[in-house]
């Protein structure tokens, strides 16, 4: 009896210690556009040229209806604070508080590092993603 306790504790520890947050945003990244009829591919290597479609997602909804979106070159072989190269910032009002889908063409090979930040924030960026770009 004392055994089961235990294992009921401690399951119940578990579930309640680690569990994931759903609340947290995202950008998904895919070689299709984002539908409800044929969902996405989702996809981080692209070829150049390659159209590549993202979502910006937050569950509970952002905070204001205007978004800032900008997008870095990471250079090979760059440190943590330089070697980047600013190549997109675009603000965007949504029709929907929760999604904005959107998508672009790159023509040079590297990483790119994505932001998008609320209107009210630009310090701090909401949702960040990466994808690579090769020949």
């Not at 910032?89 to 949504?94: A, D, G, I, Q, S």
């Not at 090979?109 to 949702?127: L, M, R, S």
């Amino acid at each position: 009896m004392k055994n089961i306790f235990i294992f009921l504790t401690l399951l119940l520890l578990c579930f309640t210690l680690c569990g994931c947050d759903r609340e947290k945003p995202g950008i998904l990244f895919s070689s299709t556009p984002f539908s409800k009829e044929l969902g996405y591919t989702e996809q981080s290597v692209y070829k150049k040229g390659e159209k590549i479609y993202y979502l910006l997602y937050k569950p509970k909804g952002f905070e204001t209806r205007l978004l800032k979106v900008q997008v870095f070159r990471k250079n090979d072989g760059a440190d943590e604070f330089f070697g980047y190269e600013y190549l997109y910032n675009k603000t965007v009002e949504l029709k929907d508080r929760k999604f904005y889908t959107d998508y672009f063409i790159i023509n040079r090979k590297g990483y790119y590092v994505f932001q998008a930040f609320e209107f009210t924030n630009t310090i701090k960026p909401v949702i960040i993603g990466i994808v690579r770009v090769e020949d």
